[in-house]
């Protein structure tokens, strides 16, 4: 299987949320044989998509622009599974992240097509790809944070599992590692079970929904 994973932190191989991504891909190893590419989206040379549809009409399937976004968009083409990976910035996806989604746009077609809930572009390749959202938040609550992420995920993706952390600041401190440890473990059994059935078990989910550190712990400790 090949996983693709994107990392949109601007820490890059710092950010805690990788140490999610990490322990996710060592809960698959151990069931599936993978290769695994990892993009560093804040290190490459993305631009912005100039919304020129040249990639629809001019080139179609190829970005008019030259920059690191053409090997980007091979290794999008040919993954089985998509990890993407970013710590929630104003309950929302960090900007260069999302420029990356925008300048996917090559990968769709022109044409519009009905869904149940309105219509879309779709895809201009056959190939099944699952997708899981690995991200952690600062705040201690999930609820009343993650739903604009959520939504704008359910639209993208017709399906996709998510792994979402509270107080994911603790993930990079090693003082408090007992906390991120024992989440990280619960990540790795998450990743174990995707890699054995396409889904995590309702009891890790519940395990994985709870905040790393007790709240009250937390705040006192937050500044
Ligand atoms: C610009 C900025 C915006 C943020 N917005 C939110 C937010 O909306 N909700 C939240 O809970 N945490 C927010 N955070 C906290 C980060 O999501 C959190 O620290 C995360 O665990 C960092 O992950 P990383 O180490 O992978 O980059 C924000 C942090 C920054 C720098």
Redesign the pocket.
């Known amino acids: 299987m090949k996983i693709l994973v994107l990392n949109a ?3 890059g191989k ?5 140490k999610l991504t990490e322990s996710f891909l060592e809960g698959i190893k151990k069931i599936e044989d993978c290769e695994i590419d990892v993009i560093d989206i804040y290190s490459l040379d993305i631009k912005p998509c100039e919304g020129c549809f040249g990639c629809w009409h001019k080139t179609p399937g190829a970005c008019v622009i030259q920059d690191d976004m053409s090997k980007c968009l091979e290794l999008l083409k040919e993954a089985d599974l998509i990890l993407w990976s ?7 996806i960090p900007a260069k992240g999302k420029m990356f989604l925008e300048r996917t746009l090559p990968l769709v077609l022109p044409d519009l097509v009905k869904t149940p809930s309105g219509c879309t572009h779709p895809s201009r390749y056959d190939k099944e790809q699952k997708v899981v959202l690995l991200s ?4 201690y609550n999930i609820e009343n ?1 993650y739903e604009g992420l959520l939504m704008q995920f359910s639209l993208l993706y017709k399906e996709y599992t998510k792994v979402l ?2 107080e ?2 603790l ?2 401190i090693p003082e408090v590692s007992y906390f991120a440890e024992q989440y990280l473990d619960n990540v790795r059994k998450a990743g174990e079970e995707y890699a054995r059935t396409g889904q995590i078990n309702e009891e890790t989910k519940e395990l994985l929904d709870k905040p790393m550190m007790p709240i009250d712990m937390y705040l006192e400790n937050a500044k």
């Open positions: 932190s601007p820490k710092h950010s805690g949320t990788m970013f710590p929630l910035y104003h309950y929302s952690s938040c600062g705040f944070n952390c509270a994911g600041p993930l990079n």
